[in-house]
């Protein structure tokens, strides 16, 4: 199968993301493409020091890119408008397909733009322009397809998330905060696009237009920023039962479509308004499905990656025989992983032991812990109940091999002062 | 273009969604699918009252549709093992895709099935086996393809995660509350699959093998189900900062991949701790991307058929030019929908006033209010801080449109005891 031929252009933050992800999962990619997937050019105005441009030709001028006869695929990452679009036109007359995650772009220019690659047979993919890494384009265009989509709403500027969730934890002002951002990197020099709720208004056009099948409209969409909210209304809400979210929120009404981006007061206990930090998060409500959320990291240099790096993936699979996807993903009958043993699983514990109530239970069972190396993270031993003779111990250990924990628990129930069966819950930090 | 034929079989919760949703959204199907998408023929034991099979085939014995040269797609919905396999085979041979929404059926049979599918050169789609409504599979196998999955966990038993969130939001045992799923319909008169884990295993079978390319291996899966759970055990793990879930759980480790089903501590601030009642989520660790998650409804009627037409539109999608998938998602040009002026738009709204501290100031604005037929929900009023001489109301308003809001508002500030300006914040509920 021959290999498709990628160009990148722009080695900013996300394009060294794209090109290292395309290196360092290479094999696997080519696995669940069908075929190779090789950059074969990248445009950049300047060398990048952290990239790996070995065997790959680099041109000064982007638009030696769009023209390369041999690249199949333009990646365009360059960010902005006219140079992008200009970009984009050359490449898509060229006869290539791109791949974007410029969502002033698409959501300025995009109708445009669509035509010129229908007109041509080509395709432009926009996974990573709308809440970075998370597949949202794909889920509203094909996952929820069934759907008449009622409404969504999503925390798609993961800067504006960040603000208000460091507001409402600690306590602290806008101005500080923000400060704070531009420091960490997640705030441009100059805020606006961030705080005055452009940037999720261009990703907000760009969701309801899939959602609702119409064009975009960007110029329609009411924009409200975050930079009136004082640390007294974060209060205020939070005492009314709610919390204060930056939202993109697109509902189909009878006379229109709502297109509006600005701080919202969102019940608490909804799962959207625990969505904190940078991380994005959209909540779709379609008329058969229901109520369905996508959840993760919204930008960064290698989740945005990811989402580029699945586009190329699904153009490069497409028109191969049986639609491309392969049944299980993978092309080539897979990694060859084999299932680990359950024996062999390590994972902390909790466990539940009944006693009887007597001196000296607890050290037994802390002595038959340490034979079989198992350290102990935590212990709650309480007084009994009125008129019982045993009380629980509830101890949660380090991580341990499985079979070692069964075997404590089976000596452990073997002891005449432990009554019955121990209760043992695996626990996992589910944090990377 | 020619119409996608579709034949049915099965006529239960599923298989009556199914042709139910195909039925009320067959106009905008179509205009995601660029073809008419047309059920020519049902298979079903007996008739169903609910079901309107006007103008379709309907046959006794399902083997007739897969058979039938004039279905382009079978849909199996019957369940179970023998039966179910011996139709898709009947079909594949025929040369028909299958969609179906059996998860045993895959990942017991998933590989042999899939190979007689190739050789057939058509497909067997099957989104709708794991976690309902919810696009995991898709998610999975295209959104993330980009990713060296290191670990998934999900919810991905609606029975089981309500039990537990019952156990642990009710104080209720844990038989008591399997005897009020059983009543609502969600536990089947034999819970075995669901609270033993069965049904959780046969899901996280097929995630697995997708997320880390592997051949489907439900005979290696560790399952453990929920009934040792106590209500002591629920009390513990909160005090500990722990819930308990029901998980589905895959890793990648350098011996082997984990493949294990089984009650497990999740810490409170998670958010798939947060996921309750029958609802699932799955959250997936990638490398590039690192953690997303995504959060619906797992079973039901409409929201397993929303999975199942997702993945008929993918099947009359596939092989058109273009790659199938239109660029905003519909083939026609769009639904005509207009957007929606943000004068027109209705909301709830949170208010801060900063009013003098004197005597009536609460009355003139409720005064205000009423003359704009604004509703108030909530009014918080406190005394003015040590050596403060304003106060801040704060008004929760019932929905009203943006224009009269807007018009109170410019009144409100024009009175001589409010000062400077109110901060006005808009409220969604986000419940459906």
């Known amino acids: 199968m021959k290999p498709v031929r990628i160009g990148i252009c722009g080695l900013g933050t996300v394009g060294a993301g794209t090109l290292k992800l395309l290196q360092m999962n290479a094999k696997m990619i080519g696995a669940r493409s069908g075929k190779a997937v090789e950059v074969v050019h990248v445009g950049a105005r300047r060398d990048m020091p952290d990239c790996n ?12 890119v769009a023209r390369d006869p041999d690249v199949d695929i333009l990646v365009e990452l360059i960010g902005g408008y006219d140079t992008a679009k200009e970009l984009l036109i050359t490449a898509l007359n060229n006869g290539k397909h791109v791949v974007t995650a410029n969502k002033a772009l698409i959501a300025v220019h995009g109708n445009e733009l669509f035509e010129i690659a229908e007109n041509n047979g080509v395709r432009i993919a926009y996974e990573a322009s709308v809440a970075g890494g998370i597949p949202i384009i ?62 999720a208004a261009h990703k907000l056009t760009i969701l309801a237009s899939i959602a609702f099948g119409m064009p975009l409209q960007f110029e329609k969409t009411y924009t409200e920023g975050i930079s009136h909210i004082t640390q007294e209304d974060v209060q205020f809400a939070e005492e009314l039962g709610y919390c204060i979210k930056h939202l993109g929120i697109s509902r189909n009404t009878e006379k229109g479509v709502e297109l509006r981006v600005h701080p919202t007061l969102v019940p608490k206990k909804r799962l959207l308004a625990n969505v904190n930090g ?155």
């Open 138 to 199: 794909k889920a509203l265009r094909e996952g929820l397809a069934a759907n008449r989509i009622q409404w969504l709403a999503g925390i798609i500027n993961g800067t504006g998330n960040f603000i208000l969730s460091e507001m409402k934890d600690k306590n602290r002002a806008f101005a500080d905060v923000l400060q704070e951002a531009q420091d960490l990197g997640y705030a441009e020099a100059d805020p606006t696009f961030d705080v005055e709720g452009i940037d």
């Open 278 to 432: 940078v991380l994005n998060a959209v909540l779709v409500e379609g008329d058969a499905v229901g109520p369905t959320m996508y959840y993760g990291p919204g930008a960064g240099s290698m989740a945005t990656a990811s989402a580029v790096v699945a586009d190329i993936i699904d153009l490069a699979r497409a028109n191969d025989g049986m639609n491309g996807v392969p049944h299980l993903g993978f092309s080539d009958g897979g990694s060859g992983k084999i299932v680990l043993p359950i024996d062999d699983v390590m994972s902390c514990n909790y466990l539940r032991i009944t006693a009887e109530d007597k001196v000296g239970v607890m050290a037994k069972v802390a002595q038959v812990m340490s034979q079989h190396s198992i350290n102990i993270e935590a212990i709650i031993q309480k007084e009994p109940a009125e008129g019982e003779e045993t009380v629980p111990l509830i101890l949660l250990t380090h991580i341990i091999r499985e079979a070692e924990i069964n075997n404590a628990i089976t000596v452990l129930e073997a002891m005449p002062e432990i009554v019955g069966k121990i209760t043992r819950i695996r626990m996992e930090q589910l944090d990377g």
């Open 53 to 64: 441009t070995q065997g790959i030709k680099v041109s000064r001028d982007i638009f030696d």
